[in-house]
């Protein structure tokens, strides 16, 4: 069964950094789409607002718009480890971070991002 695993997140002040991990594990796809989703706390979770996307390769990508130019994802040659760089925070990114697999329609359980001074 396919299994995903964040962590990275945290506490940081606004403009600052921060970078969150996806680890997958078990049986999946060989190659899957990857996307990041986050959920604010006032939001149901069928509100979870879409972050980023990449597709098998690494070469394609796809931001929301709120988070283009700030955030980068990227993956790791084996395909298990996806990475979410988000750069110049906001109060605005504050929220739980999921990983998704569309192709297993497979969550992670979230970790908790927080942008304050």
């Known amino acids: 069964q396919v299994q995903l695993m964040e962590s990275g997140g945290g506490l940081v002040q606004p403009g600052g950094s921060l970078t969150l991990s996806c680890t997958i594990s078990?049986?999946?796809?060989?190659?899957?789409?990857v996307a990041w989703y986050r959920q604010a706390s006032d939001k149901k979770r069928e509100e979870r607002e879409w972050?980023?996307?990449?597709?098998?390769?690494?070469?394609?990508?796809n931001y929301a718009d709120s988070v283009k130019g700030r955030f980068i994802i990227s993956r790791d040659a084996d395909q298990n480890t996806v990475y979410l760089q988000m750069n110049s925070l906001k109060p605005e990114d504050t929220a739980v971070y999921y990983c998704?697999?569309?192709?297993?329609?497979?969550w992670g359980q979230g970790t908790q991002v927080t942008v304050s001074s």
């Open positions: 972050v980023a996307t990449i597709r098998p390769s690494a070469v394609f990508t």
């Open positions: 998704y697999l569309p192709g297993d329609d497979r």
């Open positions: 078990g049986f999946t796809r060989q190659s899957h789409v």
